[in-house]
Each structure stands twice: as C-alpha cells, then as structure tokens.
C-alpha cells in the first residue's frame, strides 16, 4: 500500500471508531435500544476489521496490539514527529 492508501485506511479506522464510541456514549443512557445495540456492534466489528488489516500491512496502531505478533514490533512504526508518521 502506497501513503495515501495507509492514511484512507487510517481516515476508514478513526472514522468508525468515533461512530462507535459515539454510540457507545448513546447507549449509557439507553441501555434498551436493542436497535442501536446492534449498530454498536456492527461498527466495532468493522472497526476491528480496518484494525486487522492496518496491523497487517504496517504493524500495531495501538500499544494494545504490540505484543498480539511473534515479536515485539510497537518500536519499528514511524513515531509521530517523524516524517513519514504526519504525511
């Protein structure tokens, strides 16, 4: 994947992460809504989903998923004041 594939992927990833949080924030108060329950977990699932597939092509997106390879690979992704990190 080219830069802008990984920063549309990176864009796909934030953008159903928020509409899940979002709906999470909805469901604190109401907790009954079998219909926006569902909603929930469609978006984590493809949340989850864009995860994987970011973590395949360049490593772990969150410290979370460092130790989930066979090596500890959280150090060898671009940090942010690196270039290639902020294109």
């Known amino acids: 994947m080219n830069d802008e594939a990984k920063l549309a992927l990176l864009k ?7 509409a899940a949080y979002d709906m999470l924030l909805y469901l604190d108060t109401h907790a009954d809504d079998a219909k926006a329950f569902a909603i929930y977990k469609e ?7 864009l995860l994987n ?8 997106l969150t410290i979370e998923n ?7 690979t959280w150090h060898k992704a671009p ?6 990190a902020n294109a």
Request: with cysteine; glycine share 2%; net charge positive.
């Open 66 to 72: 460092a130790a989930s390879q066979n090596e500890f």
């Open 12 to 18: 796909k990833i934030q953008q159903y992460n928020f």
């Open 79 to 84: 940090w942010p004041w690196e270039k290639c």
């Open 43 to 49: 978006l984590m699932a493809k949340y989850k989903m």
């Open 53 to 60: 597939e970011y973590q395949q092509a360049y490593g772990p």
